[in-house]
């Protein structure tokens, strides 16, 4: 199994100088299985070139599973940009949070309304599948087993477990941390104070989520914030390398990979944040890995010591 | 008056290194007066760039106020408005003009970018800064302090956009983005009489002339439309706006070059960048 970023960046796309290293698209990451079965996580704006490069392998119309973690729109906007949406004969079938499948169908089709879009989803001449998921109900698609697991975030969000091929990562993004604020359906404008109810609810979570990374190979997860950013951001639902590297290290987890970067960090930042939790994670046992857009990363370990299968799909993109 | 080009792109923000001398962000438009008053033309990424320059001002302390007209609502020109920092701030005073773009109101619309789905701010209510949501019906004159506007609906594609004659310290600019004439080399008399004579036009050329054909009625022009609303309208100088988000920084070279080759007037592709004297 390999897993590859196409996009790597929270919130909303960074064109420009200072992003060319790390990549500027929003979260999307497509895995692999080592049979060729595909799932892609996420539909940001990195969606876009990963259509564009399926159309070109593809021999005609095929299947694609997309998992969301939630609907924000730096997670949903790249998929009226992908490319096999174009194609008759294809099947999308995205698998999502939300109350009802129906529902989805809406929230998901609302983005191609009239006003945002020009071509709305029921016109496009790809099949749509909406499928509702709920955390701690395991499925299969293809050779991947797939576990979504409650987050923290604004109005819900689920990461996902998928084991295949003997082996195992989890997209943990979008999440707060466990401690500070509990995530409900309405708007923060700033930490509120928790019940006892709000500080269970969060220790169950954050239990669950640990136990269902146990033992994961490699962890892709939110570390939006440096720490002094989410100190004066606790409620914008994001965590810290810090954060991560705590749930990694109780879950036994082999590698962490830090995803869904700020989109004020520029590549030097970048670079310092990457070099830091890198020397954090060695202390720590847990290998560290900053994702960069055009990064394909081995899941497993092939013999002994650190996983150095970092290929770069664009050589123009990437830490040095 | 001073026009600086926060985004250029068009559908789609592009990053990356091909980008980066004609710049990757989604449509936004600045205009300063020679006085220092301000309007701000769509809210593409580029807004957010804009939004760290302003922050830095009156808008920090709360005491910034802006006008900012959309053309229309497709995301590539509102994508920036849930990061167009200077509405966090309180007493900041900002007022949103556009038509409205469906039979759902403008104002509905931009409630539903800001949907809980899909966004955390979850409603324009949340928006700390005083926010105004303004509807005009195209054709009608708008006066801002320093700017007097002039619209016009022009179409694209399924729907339409709002097209713009802002005149300023003496000078006018035409922004024609977003726009598909049903015959390009014919366009439509709203459009010529919303350029005529202007200073600057800036024009939809999101199409080479040679892939227009593939794209035709997606509701963009081809990079020689802009050329024949410039000469029929005598305007001096045209700057083509909106690039593909498939045209890296050499292609859109390519583009001015053979731009250039049809017209006696000045073609430059409008880039991120600079303050520039209209």
């Not at chain 2, 809210?43 to 802006?66: N, P, V």
Request: proline share 6%; net charge negative; charged share 20%.
């Amino acid at each position: 199994m390999q897993i590859t970023f196409w996009g790597v960046r929270g919130s909303y796309p960074v064109p420009g100088a200072a992003t060319v290293r790390y990549g500027g698209q929003t979260s999307c990451v497509e895995a692999r299985s080592t049979r060729g079965d595909c799932v892609i996580v996420d539909a940001g704006t990195g969606m876009r070139a990963l259509g564009n490069k399926l159309v070109r392998e593809a021999r005609g119309p095929q299947n694609y599973d997309v998992l969301l973690s939630h609907v924000h729109w730096d997670h949903i906007q790249g998929l009226p940009f992908f490319s096999p949406a174009y194609v008759p004969g294809t099947r999308i079938a995205v698998h999502a949070l939300l109350t009802a499948a129906d529902e989805l169908q809406q929230v998901i089709g609302g983005i191609t309304r009239h006003e945002f879009f020009p071509m709305p989803l029921e016109a496009v001449p790809a099949q749509f599948d909406f499928h509702q998921v709920e955390p701690g109900v395991a499925f299969d698609l293809g050779a991947f087993h797939i576990t979504p697991i409650a987050l923290n975030h604004p109005f819900g969000s689920v990461g996902y477990r998928l084991d295949a091929d003997g082996t195992s990562w989890a997209y943990v993004s979008d999440t707060a941390p466990f401690d500070k604020v509990l995530h409900k359906q309405h708007f923060l404008s700033g930490p509120e104070p928790l019940t006892d109810a709000d500080r269970a609810a969060l220790a169950a979570m954050r239990e669950e989520l640990v136990a269902r990374l146990a033992g994961v190979d490699t962890v892709v997860y939110d570390t939006h914030f440096v720490p002094e950013e989410y100190e004066r951001f606790p409620h914008y639902g994001h965590s810290t390398p810090d954060q991560a590297l705590e749930i990694c290290v109780e879950a036994k987890v082999r590698r962490l990979v830090l995803y869904h970067h700020a989109p004020s960090h520029s590549d030097e930042q970048m670079d310092q944040i990457a070099a830091k939790y890198r020397a954090a994670g060695l202390d720590a046992g847990v290998e560290v890995v900053t994702s960069c857009e055009g990064m394909t990363l081995a899941i497993g370990r092939n013999g002994q010591g650190p996983t150095v299968e970092v290929e770069r799909t664009n050589p123009g993109i990437g830490p040095p | 008056m001073k026009i600086r080009f926060w985004g250029v792109r068009g559908s789609f923000a592009m990053p990356g290194r091909e980008f980066l001398r004609y710049g990757g962000n989604t449509t936004s438009v600045e205009l300063v007066t020679n006085a220092g008053e301000r309007l701000l033309i769509d809210l593409g990424t580029g807004a957010t760039e804009l939004a760290k320059q302003l922050m830095g001002g009156a808008f920090g302390k709360g005491q910034g106020s802006l006008p900012i007209l959309l053309s229309h609502t497709h995301l590539d020109h509102i994508q920036g408005l849930p990061f167009f920092t200077p509405f966090f701030i309180k007493g900041n005073s900002i007022r949103i003009l556009g038509a409205n773009p469906t039979q759902l109101s403008l104002e509905a619309t931009l409630q539903n970018q800001l949907a809980p789905h899909y966004s955390p701010l979850n409603g324009l209510e949340n928006l700390a800064a005083g926010v105004t949501i303004e509807t005009f019906d195209p054709g009608a004159a708008i006066a801002f302090p320093g700017f007097t506007v002039r619209t016009v609906a022009v179409p694209h594609g399924s729907m339409w956009t709002t097209a713009f004659r802002i005149t300023a310290d003496g000078k006018t600019v035409a922004y024609l983005s977003d726009v598909e004439y049903p015959d390009v080399d014919n366009p439509l008399a709203e459009a010529l009489a919303l350029a005529r004579g202007a200073d600057l036009l800036i024009h939809d050329a999101m199409h080479a002339d040679d892939d227009y054909e593939l794209r035709r009625g997606w509701g963009h022009s081809p990079a020689r439309a802009g050329v024949v609303v410039a000469e029929r309208a005598g305007a001096k100088k045209l700057a083509l706006f909106h690039h593909s988000p498939d045209a890296t920084d050499d292609m859109i070279d390519q583009v001015v070059k053979a731009t250039s080759e049809r017209t006696k007037i000045p073609v430059f592709a409008a880039a991120e960048g600079s303050y520039l004297d209209v």
